[in-house]
């Protein structure tokens, strides 16, 4: 197999699913596989789903010799120096679990691991929106807000790895209960959940919205991508609820900018979609959420990737000598 071409390989690892593809030197997705998270049972069961899953890219055992490194991103808390998997919630079955001993001495190759913000935000600087920028902040809005920060082109841990838990950054301590315990983090204002309860409290005043119809009268059924629907149509409570929501979130960034003046700000995540269009808009308020006197200087930009983000940001953690 000397002579065949080397390969990196990204493992995202989920709390359901371990998702793992080829990536190349431009950051391209060349093939993906994905496989249901192994989490009951012995540590190695987990492994043996990772394994599962790189196993999937390859059409014989054997072509495996041609991966020249692995990078992995999984849930936090970890410790991105040694690879350790110290207790993530919502991947119980590995608790202190030296993930990247174990897999290099599975696959004789180098191995790195990362949480998945941190890791999807160095593929964004290497490859993705944030490519020629210098110093990015980057946030993934969904359930949750997860969010990293690439200086000089490197992700900034902090002591021990646990920095850039932008999402949790309290904007009101008298706020709703986070779940990470907090009072008044921006994910528990601003995430997809938030949006979508945000609108619910509305709509219980508001029996004309188009929300009504599109949830099919179950007000559980609101969702925030629904919001972003019945916004485009005009809505008097998608509008109030957008309103409050970037409110919200330009004054979180607000304070980013004061904190770090990064070139660029990167967002991605499912609710990234229903806040392309108003970009401009959140910028907009910056003047007013931060005393930075020249924000309107700093770009906020879309994710170039996706569903993708975490394999591509897993393989954006090898660095450059150890792909081949
Ligand atoms: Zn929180």
């Not at 359930?143 to 009101?172: N, P, Q, V, W, Y």
């Not at 009268?217 to 409570?237: C, K, T, W, Y």
């Not at 392309?276 to 770009?299: K, Q, S, V, Y």
Request: proline fraction near 6%; charge should be negative.
């Amino acid at each position: 197999m000397k002579n065949a071409p080397r390969v990196v390989v990204g493992v995202d690892i989920g709390g359901t699913k371990v998702a793992a593809g080829l990536v190349n030197g431009e950051g391209e997705i060349l093939a993906r596989n994905r496989t249901p998270m192994l989490t009951t049972g012995a540590p190695s069961n987990g492994l043996t789903a990772v394994s599962t899953a790189i196993r999937g890219l390859f059409t014989d055992a054997s072509s495996q010799n041609q991966i020249s490194a692995i990078g992995i991103c999984a849930p936090g808390p970890l410790n991105p120096t040694t690879g350790v998997i110290i207790n993530p919630p919502n991947l119980p079955i590995w608790h202190n679990y030296p993930l990247a001993e174990e897999m290099r001495r599975a696959y004789k190759v180098p191995i790195r691991v990362d949480n998945d913000a941190n890791a999807a935000a160095l593929a964004e600087a290497k490859w993705g929106a944030g490519r020629g920028y210098r110093n990015i902040f980057y946030a993934t809005l969904g359930t949750g807000i997860g969010t990293g920060i690439i200086l000089d082109g490197r992700i900034f841990h902090g002591k021990t790895g646990a920095a850039a838990e932008g999402g949790h950054l309290g904007i009101d301590y008298k706020g709703p209960l986070c779940n990470c315990g907090k009072h008044g983090c921006i994910e528990t204002l601003a995430a997809g959940p938030a949006i979508a309860r945000r609108a619910r409290h509305k709509l219980e005043q508001n029996p004309k919205s188009v929300l009504w119809e599109m949830a099919g009268g179950d007000i559980q059924a609101v969702s925030s991508e629904m919001v972003g629907r019945a916004h485009a149509l005009n809505d008097p409570v998608a509008k109030e609820v957008m309103r409050e929501t970037l409110d919200l979130l330009a004054y979180w960034l607000g304070s980013i900018i004061d904190l770090l003046e990064p070139d660029a700000i990167v967002i991605g995540g499912g609710v990234s979609s229903l806040l392309a269009p108003f970009l401009d808009e959140i910028r907009e308020r910056w003047r007013g959420a931060c005393i930075n006197p020249r924000p309107l200087d700093i770009t906020l930009l879309l994710a170039h990737y996706g569903e993708g983000a975490g394999i591509a940001g897993a393989a954006a953690l090898v660095d450059e000598e150890e792909r081949d």
